[in-house]
């Protein structure tokens, strides 16, 4: 985050610590899509991404009163976010989810033909993209959760280890061993299975998509990763650029290519309704956090 931005948060801060509601309102309109994005990564399932996001949301307006400054206002509300998502019970994904050992044999299940059985109207760019993101989203559920979002906060947003640290609330020193233990255990498994960070190994994605369509895991007429189309064509050229880094780098940049995802649910007109329902409308829900 720039300076500029920065400043322009810690005024509306001020601003909405007075009760303000045009500054609460922008300051949740600034921070709604990283916070949204931070929990599918987490989450991989977008419905439980968006209900956290929105308990996430809330914790940040209640404690509002309580930042003092002593960090950037993002990094304060990943904060937030991490006590949220690392202490809420386990949700419908990391449920099912596999240790690399299982996902590594189910990546050689289902496997088809790669004459696709789907819809006339749905290119096949968007579809190896739903594949593509759905299946390496999924393999960060592999990782525990500590470790899932060292990774997500390090590897990923490409924090540093002082501001990571300071969102996890354990040292910098602590922040990059769990860090290094996320990357070596990421970057072993997709370079033993995935064609996309390793050449050599053959790309299955084209491969699974009847199977994922067939099963439900990719519908072709509601994609949720998949929702530009010049985006998904542009790929193989960013994927060209990606494997040109050593492996530890290839595998981070290809997380970082994933577009930023918009949620369905638009949380300003919910936090509008939200302080519609407040005694008086005073803003009274800015207490300590």
Same mark, same amino acid.
């Given at each position: ?8 948060? +810690? ?24 916070? %949204? ?32 400054? +002593? =960090? ?5 509300? %990943? ?6 998502? @690392? ?11 596999? =240790? ?11 496997? =088809? ?12 760019? #968007?579809? @190896? !993209?739903?594949?593509?993101? $759905? *299946? ?16 997500? @906060? ?9 501001? $990571? ?18 990357? !070596? ?17 053959? *790309? ?32 193989? !050229? ?6 040109? #880094?050593?492996? =530890? ?5 290809? %997380?970082?290519?994933?577009? !930023? ?29």
């Amino acid at each position: 985050m720039d300076n500029k931005l920065g400043q322009e948060l +810690n005024t509306l801060v001020a601003v909405a610590k007075k009760g303000d509601r045009e500054a609460l309102e922008a300051l949740v309109r600034a921070v709604q899509r990283d916070v %949204y994005n931070l929990a599918v990564r987490f989450l991989w399932h977008t419905q439980d991404a968006e209900d956290a996001t929105q308990e996430i949301l809330i914790r940040v307006i209640t404690g509002l009163a309580g930042f003092e400054g +002593n =960090s950037s206002f993002r990094t304060w509300v %990943y904060r937030v976010a991490s006590n949220a998502l @690392l202490t809420q019970g386990k949700k419908r994904m990391e449920q099912a989810a596999m =240790s690399f050992e299982e996902f590594g044999a189910a990546l050689g299940d289902g496997l =088809s033909d790669p004459a696709l059985s789907v819809p006339d109207d749905v290119a096949e760019e #968007l579809l @190896l !993209e739903e594949v593509k993101i $759905g *299946c390496t989203h999924a393999m960060l559920l592999c990782l525990d959760r500590d470790h899932r979002f060292a990774y997500i @906060l390090g590897a990923i947003l490409d924090l540093d280890h002082v501001e $990571g640290a300071e969102i996890l609330e354990i040292t910098p020193a602590a922040f990059r061993k769990r860090l290094s233990r996320a990357n !070596e255990r990421i970057t072993s498994f997709m370079t033993a299975h995935c064609g996309l960070v390793e050449p050599d190994n053959p *790309c299955r994605c084209k491969l699974r998509i009847n199977c994922a369509v067939e099963r439900g895991h990719v519908r072709p007429k509601e994609l949720v990763f998949a929702h530009s189309l010049p985006q998904a064509r542009r790929f193989p !050229e960013v994927l060209s650029t990606i494997r040109q #880094l050593e492996d =530890s780098r290839r595998v981070a940049a290809l %997380y970082r290519s994933h577009p !930023e995802l918009e949620s369905s649910t638009p949380f300003i007109p919910w936090l509008s309704k939200l302080l519609d329902e407040m005694p008086d409308s005073n803003l009274s829900i800015l207490g300590p956090r």
